[in-house]
Structures are given as C-alpha cells and as structure tokens.
C-alpha cells in the first residue's frame, strides 16, 4: 500500500486514460443507501473491496472530510495510517493505493472512511465497476454499460437497505 497526493491520484487516472466516473460521459449509475446500522458498514466495505477489484490495484481516494466533524475518528484514522509507516496528514496526500493482495486493508481504510462521515472514490483498476461513496450515506456505483454488475451490487448491499436508482451521466460535470 501506498499513500499518494492528489496530484499523485490524478496522475493514476490519466495513466490509465481515465476521469473520475461521474465525469464520464454515457456512464451508467446505481445508487445504494449506507446501512442503517453502523455495524454493517464493515460488510459494504469488504464487499466493494473483495468484489469490485478484481484483485488489481485499486486506489481509494478520499475528496470529503470535515464536513461532519462530530462522527470523525481522526485518531483512529491516523494510528491505522501510521501502522502502515505513514505520517502525513489526509490532505497531504488523500490517495490510498492499494495492491491486489491488499484487500483486507482496503476494506479497513473504507470502513472508516464511511464511519467517519467522508466521501470520495474506490477506483479499480479492472475499471468494470467503480464506485463514490457520500457524507451524505449512499454509494453511486458506477459501470459503462446497464449490464455492469448492477444485478451483483443489488444482490450484495440491496437487501431492503436502498433507494436504489439508475441513471447515465448525459454530460460531463465539474
């Protein structure tokens, strides 16, 4: 695992020929509720993290914080940081590489993340399916075609926990 900048985050993408999704134009989006219970936000962020990846790297960029400051676990967020070595601050560097063997850890970073009330993005090599995940508690699933694993994301996390709703991206947004 590594820690990379937002430039850093930003050159991943263009390596790859890439934008955020929801910059993407045509691309298809499925919505999906956080949990009710903050208990099974450990099984969202495994799920995405073992199923979206496709056991490839996966970089997991964080663009919100701060923005519920009451439910933040800063300190839990930096011990876990540092146990990888690390000692800069979220702002500093915002991106977290994951490799292929590094889901687990994926998982971990996520869940705390979602618990701590941030946002930002889970971008997947494999790019078949990536995701953003809201301060404001849901997940836009992102495929580039209707058939891209929707049924799969639904079966997982639909349970009676969403308001799950499809649209494509007619325009790029900033």
Not at 42 to 49: L, R, T, V
Not at 108 to 123: C, D, P
Not at 125 to 138: L, R, W
Request: charged share 20%; aromatic share 16%.
């Amino acid at each position: 695992m590594r820690f990379c900048t937002k430039d850093e985050c930003e050159e991943w993408l263009l390596g790859k020929d890439r934008v955020r999704p929801d910059q993407t134009v045509g691309i298809v989006v499925e919505r999906v509720d956080y949990p009710p219970e903050p208990h099974k936000f450990f099984y969202f962020a495994h799920w995405i993290a073992t199923s979206l990846t496709y056991r490839m790297p996966t970089l997991l960029w964080i663009t919100e914080w701060s923005i519920w400051s009451s439910s933040e676990n800063w300190h839990l967020y930096y011990k876990l940081r540092q146990s990888y070595g690390d000692r800069m601050l979220l702002h500093e560097a915002p991106g977290h590489l994951f490799l292929e063997h590094e889901a687990e850890d994926l998982a971990s970073f996520l869940q705390i993340a979602m618990l701590n009330g941030w946002g930002g993005y889970v971008l997947t090599q494999a790019n078949y399916m990536n995701a953003f995940f809201s301060h404001d508690e849901y997940i836009d699933f992102f495929a580039k075609s209707e058939i891209g694993g929707f049924a799969e994301v639904q079966e997982a996390l639909g349970g009676g926990n969403t308001a799950a709703s499809r649209t494509r991206i007619p325009g790029s947004h900033s």
